[in-house]
T-cell receptor, first 112, second 114 residues
Framework: DARVTQTPRHKVTEMGQEVTMRCQPILGHNTVFWYRQTMMQGLELLAY????????DSGMPKDRFSAEMPDATLATLKIQPSEPRDSAVYFC??????????FGDGTRLSIL | DQQVKQNSPSLSVQEGRISILNCDYT??????FLWYKKYPAEGPTFLIS?????DKNEDGRFTVFLNKSAKHLSLHIVPSQPGDSAVYFCAAISLTGTASKLTFGTGTRLQVTL
């Protein structure tokens, strides 16, 4: 089965450090999503791309978060500088034009 | 403002019995609804969906019911099995809109006991 691959699976770093999370979407999927899972909010959409173009990043704190798709096989989510409140599990998902989305297994981020 | 709500954070059901997970939504533009299942340390996996033109969709032990007038949907699992123990997320989207954003609920943790 084709899968969305996320790296790293776990990341622990100190406050103020830059964090980069990577996602390889399923081949042929043209829409890529970044979500954050927290206990209080469940799954929050941070940003998404279609055909590598950013369509919506309204869920993302713009001052410290950035999302890019340098090519069709790689999406990145960067936090700089990181803060303890950014600690969460970050999921990437991909989809063909219509639903459903297929999720990766997430990056568990801990900011100390 | 939570547009998709799962008001029960957890549910415990005995093996063999029916599990009913509920979901309410507020946005009348939503026209497609999905349920995802999530095991610990894994990403959510798609389980079943329903379009707003239907009121029921069945797939094996899983059935989703949609009540548009009440803006309510439910997932029925019959019979429940221990392997069904997971967190279940309800999600909704407007396919006729210009965005492709899924809006998720906060999840219900189902525990199926022996």
């Amino acid at each position: 089965d084709a899968r969305v691959t996320q790296t790293p699976r776990h990341k622990v770093t100190e406050m103020g450090q830059e964090v980069t999370m990577r996602c390889q979407p399923i081949l042929g999927h043209n829409t890529v999503f970044w979500y954050r899972q927290t206990m209080m909010q469940g799954l929050e959409l941070l940003a998404y791309f279609r055909n590598r173009a950013p369509l919506d990043d309204s869920g993302m704190p713009k001052d410290r978060f950035s999302a890019e798709m340098p090519d069709a096989t790689l999406a990145t989510l960067k936090i700089q500088p990181s803060e303890p409140r950014d600690s969460a599990v970050y999921f990437c998902a991909s989809a063909a034009s219509l639903q459903p989305q297929h999720f990766g297994d997430g990056t568990r981020l801990s900011i100390l | 403002d939570q547009q998709v709500k799962q008001n029960s954070p957890s549910l415990s059901v005995q093996e063999g019995r029916i599990s009913i997970l509920n979901c309410d939504y507020t946005n009348s533009m939503f026209d497609y609804f999905l349920w995802y299942k999530k095991y610990p340390a894994e990403g959510p996996t798609f389980l079943i969906s329903i379009s707003s033109i239907k009121d029921k969709n069945e797939d094996g032990r899983f059935t989703v019911f949609l009540n548009k007038s009440a803006k309510h949907l439910s997932l029925h699992i019959v019979p429940s099995q221990p392997g069904d123990s997971a967190v279940y997320f309800c999600a909704a989207i407007s396919l006729t809109g210009t965005a492709s954003k899924l809006t998720f609920g906060t999840g219900t943790r189902l525990q199926v006991t022996l």
